[in-house]
């Protein structure tokens, strides 16, 4: 056991953390979207529109998430049209790649949480809405997605949890996250074993905040 | 299409090897996660605080931290275990481990994890008047696991159990990193010579695709066949 080398990577790695958490943040808010998009897609009675938001889901969660990130980073490029658009200057980027990738891959997984948080309101509470006047787009928003939101916080606390671990995928497209930052220490320093206990326990840390998080948001919803 | 030529001018022949490679990790990868399930779910389920404790330590640690976290620390950390062990018994020659192992390892013990939850849940969702009836019986300990407790497990198992080989099947793609040439290398060596990756990743996406269709279609069957009876 190298101590020294321990406490010396310490501060790098948690460095890195915070750039994982930023890659973490942005691309759950930018999936929540999405993932909200193609959950009222599903609901729709359109079999073109239900349809096509099932394949969305079904492409993104039927495939690795690397090779996601690696079509948006090295493929994008390749189309000469688009690098003579605006788009170019996010598609260049490596940061807004992978972001773009756990964006629409968390996006899929969220549609379908929202999906069966929608599909499991009881009937009676839209229809306790409806007899009460309340209007079809008031009983969306103020009835249907706050239930949805409350249905699907133990799920989507997973899904949470699973792309934190996603975000380390950044490192293969040049990106110094966490795990970016542990591998060249490994790789410079040949002690693999120091560096997976120093990065693995912020990881853990981490999975342990939101887990909390997560906890704390769904007792204070809870119904009772 | 003519990337896709089987023999030397296409791709067609070493895309179709790699993805029998990725077939084989993920099977591998399974078998030694059913392996560590076996060893660790009962630990799970026991009485004894320190084996639960050593159990829940095991899946608390593999499913918190990246899947690429836990391959990087066995590929750097995998050549210097087997050194350090063959070096007690007086071997000092460098010994190079096969990417293939190194890679089902690191997977299988990542889906050990998952799948050890899974035997979890499904054992004790099965009735308790079950073992009570068993014991009634007089079934002795192995009569009553294989006879009675297994069956039933596994009809509980099997829709997770499907999840867990898809995930299995998609981790499979970041050994990659390690240089074992499955589907997601392949395509990374294709993409690079012929400097088409747009088209050589999404055939990859295509095939992983391929593979998790297929295997739904092949666990489904399974489904109904263990729930006969229900």
């Excluded at chain 1, 990738?101 to 948080?117: K, P």
């Excluded at chain 2, 899974?118 to 009836?133: H, L, M, N, P, T």
């Excluded at chain 2, 006879?147 to 299995?168: D, F, Y």
């Excluded at chain 2, 990756?197 to 998790?212: E, G, H, I, Q």
Aim: net charge positive; with cysteine.
């Amino acid at each position: 056991m190298d101590l020294e080398l321990m406490i010396s990577s310490f501060p790098k790695l948690i460095n890195a953390a915070v750039i994982t958490l930023k890659l973490l943040s942005v691309s759950l808010i930018i999936g929540l979207f999405i993932g909200l998009f193609f959950a009222i897609l599903r609901l729709n009675k359109n079999i073109f529109i239900n349809k096509f938001a099932y394949g969305y889901s079904y492409v993104f969660r039927g495939t690795p998430l690397l090779v996601q990130i690696f079509i948006i980073y090295f493929g994008l490029g390749q189309i000469e049209y688009l690098r003579s658009t605006v788009l170019w200057v996010i598609l260049k980027e490596p940061y807004w790649c992978a972001i773009i990738a756990f964006a629409l891959n968390t996006g899929a997984y969220t549609s379908e949480i929202l999906r069966s948080a929608f599909q499991t309101i009881k009937r009676g509470i839209l229809e306790a809405g409806k007899s009460l006047g309340i209007s079809n787009k008031v009983i969306f928003y103020k009835i249907q997605i706050p239930i949805a939101i409350r249905q699907s916080l133990p799920a989507y606390g997973n899904e949470i949890i699973l792309m934190m671990k996603g975000t380390s995928l950044a490192s293969t497209v040049t990106l110094m996250d966490l795990t970016g930052v542990a591998k060249y220490i490994i790789s410079t320093t040949f002690k693999p074993i120091e560096v997976f206990i120093v990065a693995g326990g912020i990881y853990l840390f981490m999975t342990f905040m939101i887990h909390n998080v997560i906890k704390f948001l769904e007792k204070k919803y809870s119904f009772n | 299409m003519e990337l896709l030529a089987f023999g030397d001018t296409g791709w067609g022949d070493e895309l179709f090897y790699a993805t029998l490679m990725t077939i084989a990790v993920s099977i591998t990868a399974m078998m030694i996660g059913f392996l560590f399930a076996l060893i660790f779910t009962p630990l799970k389920l026991s009485q004894n605080k320190f084996l639960n404790f050593i159990a829940n330590s095991y899946t608390t640690i593999i499913r918190g931290v990246p899947e690429l976290l836990v391959i990087y620390l066995f590929f750097f950390g995998g050549t210097g275990a087997v050194m350090f062990v063959a070096s007690i018994f007086g071997y000092n020659e460098y010994i190079e481990i096969n990417a293939f192992i190194t890679g089902a390892f690191a997977i299988g013990i990542i889906s050990g994890a998952y799948s050890t939850e899974v035997f979890r849940g499904a054992i004790q969702s099965i009735d308790k008047g079950q073992f009570e009836a068993a014991n009634v019986l007089g079934l002795n300990k192995f009569g009553k696991f294989f006879k009675i407790i297994l069956p039933q497990t596994l009809r509980l198992a099997i829709p997770n159990l499907s999840n867990v080989w898809q995930i299995t099947l998609k981790d499979t793609s970041l050994i990659s990193v390690t240089g074992l040439v499955e589907i997601m290398r392949q395509s990374y060596i294709a993409a690079g010579s012929t400097r088409d990756p747009l088209f050589f990743y999404s055939f990859a996406a295509v095939l992983y695709l391929l593979l998790t269709f297929v295997s739904m279609k092949l666990i489904n069957r399974l489904e109904v066949k263990y729930s006969r009876g229900y």
